[in-house]
């Protein structure tokens, strides 16, 4: 069974500070990586996702992630935070038929 | 493109009583699927439409739970009778179906079972 996992309930970071997400996933075979937000009384908006190819892929809003296969990890970045950016994100893998499976969520707050 | 809408935005019901969800995915879109989050945890699988069939439903928790995908179009998801256990946020999501495709989530729905 494949599964993603996120460390950490929250993350705090200081408008301006770089900010960094944490995920870690458990896939057999090549991994399909998402990265997902939600603000509040919203569903969930794709953000950006890794197939192949390119180990740093760029998505929407300046975010970014690093796959990095020896560490299992495809953590979510973004050089300088904005207030705006406080939400909750998910990370997910993609089965073959397009399932999704998600880790319990990352709030992250962002303070001017 | 509409986005995938989901309806009621908010339920509350007592325990015993039926509660009907009712989600319009993308048109197009093939591939529906039903996700729950309860109290704050991961958001958890329930099932998968392919058009107007059920392609995968090992997360329905019990047979309390009903879904249906009448002529491949909108999808509901019924709960009967409700137990206060089935409180939380019911997302719908549709996508073409493909590996890399990402999900495009409706709204959700928060039910609270009292």
């Known amino acids: 069974a494949q599964s993603v996992a996120q460390p950490e309930d929250q993350v705090n970071v200081a408008e301006g500070n770089p900010l960094t997400v944490k995920c870690t996933y458990s896939?057999?075979?090549?991994?399909?990586l998402f990265w997902y937000v939600q603000y509040p009384n919203r569903g969930l908006q794709f953000l950006l996702k890794y197939i192949t190819g390119d180990n740093l892929v760029k998505g929407s809003y300046g975010f970014e992630a690093e796959f990095n296969k020896s560490q299992t990890s495809f953590h979510l970045k973004k050089p300088s935070a904005l207030v705006s950016d406080s939400a909750l994100y998910f990370c997910?893998?993609?089965?073959?038929?397009?399932?999704?499976?998600f880790g319990d969520g990352t709030t992250l707050t962002v303070k001017p | 493109e509409a986005g995938v809408t989901q309806f009621p935005s908010h339920s509350v019901i007592e325990k015993g009583q039926t509660v009907t969800l009712r989600c319009d995915p993308i048109?197009?879109?093939?591939?529906l699927y039903w996700y729950r989050r309860v109290m704050g945890k991961e958001i958890k699988f329930l099932l998968h439409?392919?058009?107007?069939?059920?392609?995968?439903e090992s997360g329905m928790p019990n047979n309390r739970f009903l879904a249906e995908r009448t002529g491949g179009t909108y999808s509901t998801l019924k709960v009967q009778p409700a137990e206060l256990e089935d409180s939380g946020v019911y997302f719908c999501?549709?996508?073409?179906?493909?590996?890399?495709?990402?999900?495009?989530f409706g709204n959700g729905t928060r039910l609270t079972v009292t």
């Open positions: 999501a549709s996508s073409t179906g493909t590996r890399n495709s990402p999900l495009h």
């Open positions: 048109s197009g879109h093939d591939n």
């Open positions: 997910a893998t993609n089965t073959n038929a397009g399932k999704s499976t």
């Open positions: 896939v057999s075979g090549n991994p399909y």
């Open positions: 439409f392919v058009k107007e069939s059920k392609q995968d």
